[in-house]
């Protein structure tokens, strides 16, 4: 007898007239949205200009999803090019797929390139929207919600997923919702980077290979569950090894960089602090030592002034004595 579970929704897109609003793009949407928004006030704390994320992220979002979606045709190809399958699907992003690891792999390059136009160290800017992106994940998952996919075995827990679609071979029931686990860990993620950046400020691409690592912690677990149809390799499901293989590299990372460059970047973006770069509490701060500095010269302005005054007096009285001892 079944309890409780979560619903699935009875579809995955909306008319509006003859415009359909599919769930899954608006989760899509909606984490590139609040990544730039949080990768925007991180880049402005370390020191950078506002709307500078944004402007890389035009080149970055474009090749991620370009990089998701490769990834995922190519280690599914037998979804789109077996026999009986069209191979006109592929371009349905619409209709999910997309491959993290391929989106990392090509946004990387995007704002590589976005970065190198501004004269940016691609690594501070890595480190300031590491976060963002662990939380876009966190809402992109919904996505596989909408679309009643990417679920993991059969279970009767009260959280358990209520699958109702029959289409693509799916067989209705209850199963555990590796969507929200998913989602649930990468919002951990967040909080973990955010958290391990402040206190250990972490810099040179730093943060952004913690995210890597702690997130594929998650994706191991999380990757181990699910029943959809994937390619194995000596028993492991081949993101398990992908999520094996990215985490030690980024482990690495962290140990070699932290040895070869220590601390953070003094400075990410040039030239932003003389354009308005800076908060209003570098201003304020800049407004009181400019103030202390007047202050200091007119009291030095009033010493020199005094000691003059001093001389003359001496001179004067000089002066007096000699013509008295004259006279």
Request: overall charge negative; hydrophobic content about 45%.
């Given at each position: ?87 006109v699907d592929a371009f ?10 391929g989106a990392i792999a ?222």
């Amino acid at each position: 007898m079944e309890l409780a579970y979560i619903p699935s929704p009875s579809r995955g897109v909306i008319h509006l007239g003859p415009i359909p609003l599919r769930g899954y793009a608006f989760c899509i949407i909606i984490g590139v949205f609040v990544a730039v928004w949080l990768g925007n006030k991180r880049w402005i704390a370390r020191g950078g200009r506002s709307g500078t994320v944004a402007d890389i992220a035009v080149w970055a979002v474009p090749f991620g999803l370009v990089g998701g979606r490769l990834y995922h045709v190519i280690t599914d190809y037998e979804l789109y090019f077996s026999e009986g399958r069209d191979w006109v699907d592929a371009f349905k992003i619409w209709e999910g797929g997309l491959g993290i690891w391929g989106a990392i792999a090509l946004g990387a390059l995007g704002a590589w390139i976005g970065c190198r136009r501004r004269g940016i160290p691609m690594p501070a800017y890595a480190d300031a929207v590491a976060p963002g992106i662990a939380l876009a994940q966190a809402i992109g998952r919904w996505g596989n919600w909408f679309n009643q996919e990417l679920y993991g075995r059969e279970t009767d827990v009260p959280w358990a997923l209520k699958i109702t679609s029959s289409t693509d071979g799916r067989v209705p029931g209850t199963y555990h919702p590796t969507f929200l686990y998913e989602s649930l860990w990468c919002i951990g993620v967040a909080v973990l980077v955010i958290w391990a950046d402040r206190r250990f400020k972490l810099g040179h691409g730093r943060a952004f290979a913690l995210y890597v690592a702690s997130y594929c912690v998650g994706r191991f677990w999380v990757e181990y569950m699910r029943v959809d149809d994937a390619h194995h390799i000596l028993g492991l499901r081949l993101n398990n090894w992908t999520a094996l293989i990215v985490f030690l590299l980024a482990v690495a990372y962290i140990v070699i960089s932290a040895k070869k460059r220590p601390g953070r970047e003094a400075v990410v973006e040039p030239g932003a602090g003389a354009s308005g770069g800076e908060t209003e509490g570098d201003a304020d701060a800049g407004a009181d030592s400019d103030s202390a500095a007047e202050a200091k010269d007119e009291d030095a302005k009033g010493e020199a002034e005094e000691d003059v005054e001093e001389e003359v007096k001496e001179d004067v009285k000089d002066e007096a004595g000699s013509g008295t001892k004259k006279t």
